[in-house]
């Protein structure tokens, strides 16, 4: 299986928005649940959303829900994070990570495959 490569974050100020993507490198991820974890310095990395790409089930932290969307698209080998109304408390480093199932697995134990990362930080 090809690596999961993140893309999209950057520098923001309060309120605004960012997409972050999630890519499958020479893979589909149509059997496949795709979780995204955020995590700050010195804490354990936090579930955010997650997305069966087959069935396009979702599950949201409560911290996001009504602010981030899950998404994936029709060739089943990105997934995408929309981010809105983004706050301070959203920096962080965003990964996202994949695994076989039928469940919107919520722990990141549970998930196999791992993106590098990519830095989120909302200022203001």
């Known amino acids: 299986q090809g690596p999961l490569v993140e893309s999209g974050g950057g520098l923001v100020q309060a309120g605004g928005s960012l997409r972050l993507s999630c890519a499958a490198s020479?893979?589909?991820?149509?059997?496949?649940?795709v979780g995204w974890f955020r995590q700050t310095p010195g804490k354990e990395r936090e579930f955010v959303a997650a997305i069966h790409v087959k069935t396009g089930s979702t599950n949201y932290a409560e911290s996001v829900k009504g602010r981030f969307t899950i998404s994936r698209d029709n060739a089943k080998t990105t997934v995408y994070l929309q981010m809105n109304n983004l706050k301070p408390e959203d920096t962080a480093v965003y990964y996202c990570?994949?695994?076989?199932?039928?469940?919107?697995?919520?722990?990141?134990?549970?998930?196999?495959?791992w993106g590098q990362g990519t830095q989120v930080t909302v200022s203001g």
């Open positions: 990570a994949a695994r076989d199932g039928w469940i919107t697995y919520t722990v990141s134990g549970q998930y196999s495959d």
């Open positions: 020479g893979r589909t991820l149509l059997s496949n649940t």
